[in-house]
């Protein structure tokens, strides 16, 4: 079965305003987590990963929060655009949660 | 080069046809995968090779057979598919192992099965 899982199917998100996508995962030894980006027609695109030995690791406009106590990651997306809507899936190395569409309104 | 090609990028195949899926990196990478997605769920995984040796088969038919010839080449070849199997089917690699870097995927080939 799956060892991550998604909180949200669907958000919807102001243009400009900070978006932020959650994980929950079950498997404590879960050592290695993406956050994927995919846009219809396309394969999985990677966004930014972290390891277990870390709680944050940030990018350009996006951060990883890993919270290991309660098996939780999240995904934000700062000043969030147009061309930031698309399903968002957390990963636990191979092994893919359920994902979050992400809808940005005008 | 930073990518993953898949090809064909589309396929229409009958049930009682053979085809094969190919998809090739040239990062280095010792780790393949691929992955099967249906519309609207995440990519299931379905083989991961790891330096050039089967090393996670998730329970799939055998009418999905893996084949990896070399170091940057992945063969998925299909045979006596059902309707059911028709999806996009994605490749993958990565740096070495399941827990390693540079997970980079394909584009995926569309299959219908009719």
């Known amino acids: 079965g799956e060892s991550v899982g998604l909180h949200l199917p669907t958000l919807s998100v102001q243009e400009g305003d900070n978006s932020i996508i959650n994980c929950a995962y079950s498997?404590?030894?879960?050592?290695?987590f993406i956050w994927y980006k995919q846009e219809s027609g396309k394969g999985p695109q990677f966004i930014i990963d972290?390891?277990?030995?870390?709680d944050k690791r940030q990018g350009q406009r996006v951060t990883v929060l890993l919270n290991k106590t309660v098996k939780h990651l999240s995904l934000q997306i700062a000043a969030t655009q147009p061309g930031d809507s698309a399903v968002y899936f957390c990963?636990?190395?191979?092994?893919f949660g359920k994902g979050t569409r992400l809808h940005i309104l005008p | 080069d930073t990518e993953v090609t898949q090809t064909p990028k589309h396929l229409v195949m009958g049930m009682t046809n053979k085809k094969s899926l190919k998809c090739e990196q040239h990062?280095?990478?010792?780790?393949m995968y691929w992955y099967k997605q249906k519309a609207k769920k995440p990519p299931e995984l379905m083989f991961v090779?790891?330096?050039?040796?089967?090393?996670i088969n998730e329970s799939v038919p055998s009418r999905f057979s893996p084949e990896c010839p070399n170091s940057s080449l992945l063969n998925l070849h299909l045979h006596a598919l059902q309707p059911e199997d028709s999806a996009l089917y994605l490749c993958?690699?990565?740096?070495?192992?399941?827990?390693?870097?540079?997970?980079?995927f394909g584009s995926g080939t569309r299959l219908t099965v009719v």
């Open positions: 993958a690699s990565s740096q070495g192992t399941l827990q390693d870097y540079g997970y980079t």
């Open positions: 498997n404590s030894a879960s050592d290695y």
């Open positions: 972290i390891r277990s030995n870390m």
């Open positions: 990963a636990e190395a191979a092994l």
């Open positions: 990062m280095g990478h010792r780790a």
């Open positions: 090779y790891s330096y050039e040796k089967l090393s």
